[in-house]
């Protein structure tokens, strides 16, 4: 060819070429013949050894590892990815014998022999998608494994075997979902049969399955009670009488131990004498404050009681399905229907009206309006709070409670648990009224602890008569009575400003010390 760097050859351009091409070639041999090695560091978000010791769950999967390395500093790991690599054996996880579930589905391995055998305490083995053959000589391995509930061999040569299911339901007694499919009781019974069939046509072949845990331990409680059994068995008739007895005196040793002990508590009881509660005198200025606020909150509502007296005035408000509502009923409505759910007690709030409906309307009549044809919801609610209340008896609400619930019965035969839900509560509601009306009518009781006097007779009887001694010990000890009353709320006082004093000073001192 002619160029401007001169004329270039044939061969000279061939042999440049074949150079380019083996270079190209050796470096591709070269990256080829690196060992991709897991890097267990990069799962933790901060690579020191206290996150490394925490780790019990890793994900590794799909990232072309060809060699386990550097899992020593991750002795509690539990559950291991490692699906979707290049792995050939199961190396380098020696110390990581915790671990309970692996996944190595979709690798290259030829054996499951290596770290594997460390872990004694493996449930799940997913190894589906590899090169593992011999399934007799992996039976062998795997049965070693008791706690081995799940395992997962399909995709692999050795799951063409003829009996491949049978042989490993019958090796695995522990197995409780193979190949992704449950294992059955029936398939069981099946493997068992298998294995006895091949035993018997070739006993050199037999895999032996290892005793199940519970078996074992009920094998060995059966060898107890035999051994019990042998050790009564030669005891004589006499002996036997010996125990029984024996067994009688103790049972009676330990009643008489007891009521010994119960008559020494009552005794302790009896001598320390509690006094009831319900015998110690009431003050009689509380329990009279009490009841008068009582009364006067029997004979008005409360903020709860209007609250819920709402549901009337919205149940004949017209205006609510409208998107600018007003509040606001008819005063036909007000007059009538209204009035007529109040002395009903519809809300059940335990109290009616003491007026009669004439002077309830008239009532409602004198309350002035912002529009003389219409109630709104203020004008409703300072209506009802001029008119006088009282609560309904006993009687009246323990028919009424009892009528609640057996309405609530009805509904809960019909499956409307709304409805249920409701009347339970207006049940509940007047329950809770009736009990505060009879802590109302509580009385003063009448065991009052007598009231004591300090006497201070000091006189002589010199030159006095009988009677007149008399008459001066009887005026000296009028003029000199105090009332313990007086006494003891002086005492009181006294402690209150005691007790004043040294929380000022607590409170000074904590102010001024530091923090």
Not at 58 to 76: A, C, D, T, W
Request: proline share 4%; charged share 30%; net charge positive.
């Amino acid at each position: 060819t002619q160029s401007t760097w001169g004329t270039v050859d044939c061969a000279t351009v061939s042999y440049v070429c074949v150079c380019l091409c083996c270079c190209v070639s050796v470096l591709a041999t070269a990256s080829a013949m690196a060992t991709v090695k897991a890097d267990p560091w990069s799962t933790i978000p901060i690579r020191n050894q206290k996150y490394a010791f925490e780790a019990t769950e890793m994900h590794l999967g799909e990232q072309s590892i060809e060699e386990l390395v550097h899992f020593e500093n991750f002795p509690n790991l539990e559950v291991l990815w490692l699906n979707g690599n290049k792995l050939t054996r199961i190396t380098g996880l020696d110390t990581n014998f915790r671990i309970k579930c692996l996944y190595v589905q979709n690798n290259r391995l030829i054996s499951l022999k290596g770290s594997l055998k460390n872990f004694k305490f493996l449930q799940v083995l997913f190894a589906g998608g590899n090169q593992l053959r011999d399934l007799d000589a992996n039976l062998k391995f795997l049965s070693r494994f008791s706690f081995l509930t799940h395992l997962d061999l399909s995709g692999n040569p050795l799951s063409e075997e003829p009996d491949y299911r049978l042989k490993v339901v019958a090796s695995i007694p522990s197995l409780q979902v193979f190949d992704r499919h449950a294992v059955t009781e029936l398939e069981r019974e099946q493997a068992v049969q298998f294995m006895k069939r091949e035993s018997q046509s070739d006993p050199s072949t037999m895999v032996v399955p290892p005793a199940h845990p519970s078996k074992h331990r009920q094998d060995t409680i059966n060898k107890q009670n035999k051994k019990k059994k042998k050790v009564w068995q030669e005891l004589s008739a006499g002996e036997k009488d010996l125990f029984r007895e024996v067994g009688k005196v103790r049972s009676k040793m330990e009643e008489q131990e007891h009521r010994k002990l119960e008559q020494v508590y009552q005794e302790s009881m009896r001598a320390t004498n509690p006094i009831p509660f319900n015998t110690l005198p009431l003050n009689k200025t509380v329990l009279e404050t009490s009841q008068r606020i009582n009364r006067r909150d029997s004979e008005h509502l409360n903020e709860w009681e209007k609250n819920e007296l709402r549901p009337i005035f919205d149940k004949y408000d017209k205006t609510k399905t409208e998107k600018a509502r007003k509040y606001q009923i008819s005063i036909e409505d007000a007059s009538n229907a209204l009035i007529t759910d109040l002395f009903r007690d519809e809300s059940c709030i335990g109290k009616i009206p003491v007026h009669s409906e004439s002077d309830a309307r008239s009532v409602l009549e004198s309350i002035p309006k912002a529009n003389a044809a219409f109630v709104n919801l203020p004008e409703f609610r300072r209506f009802i709070s001029e008119l006088g209340w009282r609560t309904l008896d006993q009687q009246t609400l323990q028919e009424r409670i009892d009528n609640h619930y057996k309405l609530a019965k009805k509904y809960e035969q019909l499956n409307d648990v709304a409805k249920v839900k409701v009347e339970t509560t207006k049940a509940l509601r007047l329950e809770g009224v009736k009990d505060q009306h009879l802590e109302m009518t509580k009385t003063v009781r009448t065991t009052q602890t007598p009231q004591s006097a300090d006497v201070f007779t000091s006189f002589t009887y010199e030159s006095r008569t009988s009677n007149e001694k008399w008459d001066a010990s009887k005026s000296l000890t009028a003029s000199f009575r105090v009332d313990t009353l007086s006494l003891k709320e002086f005492e009181r006082r006294h402690e209150r400003k005691v007790l004043t004093r040294a929380a000022l000073s607590i409170v000074a001192r904590e102010s001024t010390s530091p923090k």
